[in-house]
């Protein structure tokens, strides 16, 4: 399989190298378009694909076009490619709040597909959702979906408008999660750990938590419930959680993010 990339980013990057460790594409079959030359040195040295400024030349032939451009670059960079991509081809397109009708429009290519990966997918623990139009035919959907699969879960959605949604919550998540890591962390050097040891203590029980809630059939609560003993430490700190509002400011952050996202596109 022929891959070419618009963009050499941190997610271009993740792809490439989930692709090359799965054998779903060999090095000299996967070419990135990129303007930065110290990016593009980077990458070929890597990973011994071919990097170029030129992304004319990189999508030729090419079974998977993956634009890969910051949102705001998206016209500039797909605008002068209008027309040149292989009519067999699927465009994979990993920029943010891009809709598929405005990648459809500026490439003048028909079978396009819509991806919100996430942070994650550089570790191969990314949560992608994703969406294709109607001209995609089923080969092309399988080969979508067997590269996202390097990045971790996939999960395809029938509607683009469960795209905005999937932005707010697993394309967003990753901040909120950090965002709480960095509280818990703090919390422990607050109460006299050194810090790294409150680092380890909190990534490990946020690893192990969602390693626990994957792998266990129980709803969140029953496992919540399991470690909260009666009148216990925990019953305690879940207390100052509620009084302080968590969930609802956790349901405020992924509503404002996802009329954020709207907005966006």
Aim: net charge negative; charged share 20%.
């Amino acid at each position: 399989m022929r891959i070419g990339f618009v963009g050499g980013g941190v997610m271009a990057e993740a792809i490439i190298k989930g692709v090359l460790s799965r054998d779903l594409a060999a090095a000299a079959d996967i070419a990135v378009g990129e303007p930065v030359e110290e990016r593009r040195d980077q990458l070929a040295s890597v990973y011994g694909v071919t990097a170029s400024e030129d992304n004319r030349s990189v999508i030729e032939a090419c079974e998977l076009v993956v634009i890969a451009t910051k949102p705001q670059s998206v016209s500039s960079a797909l605008g002068p490619l209008r027309g040149s991509i292989d009519g067999g081809a699927i465009v994979m397109s990993i920029a943010a709040g891009t809709h598929i009708d405005t990648v459809r429009n500026l490439l003048s290519h028909d079978a396009v597909a819509r991806v919100m990966p996430n942070t994650p997918a550089q570790v191969g623990y990314g949560m992608s959702v994703w969406t294709a139009s109607d001209e995609t035919t089923a080969e092309q959907r399988e080969l979508v979906a067997s590269v996202l699969a390097v990045l971790g879960k996939v999960e395809y959605v029938e509607a683009e408008h469960y795209m905005d949604m999937a932005t707010a919550l697993s394309g967003s998540g990753p901040g909120y999660v950090l965002l709480f890591l960095e509280a818990l962390i703090d919390a422990g050097v607050h109460i006299g750990l050194a810090r790294p040891q409150a680092e380890t203590m909190a990534k490990q029980t946020l690893l192990g938590t969602a390693v626990l809630a994957e792998q266990s059939e129980s709803h969140p609560a029953e496992l919540r419930n399991m470690v909260t003993s009666p009148g216990g430490t925990t019953a305690e700190g879940l207390l100052e959680l509620e009084a302080g509002g968590l969930r609802a400011i956790v349901a405020n952050a992924v509503v404002a993010a996802y009329e954020k996202s709207k907005a966006l596109g």
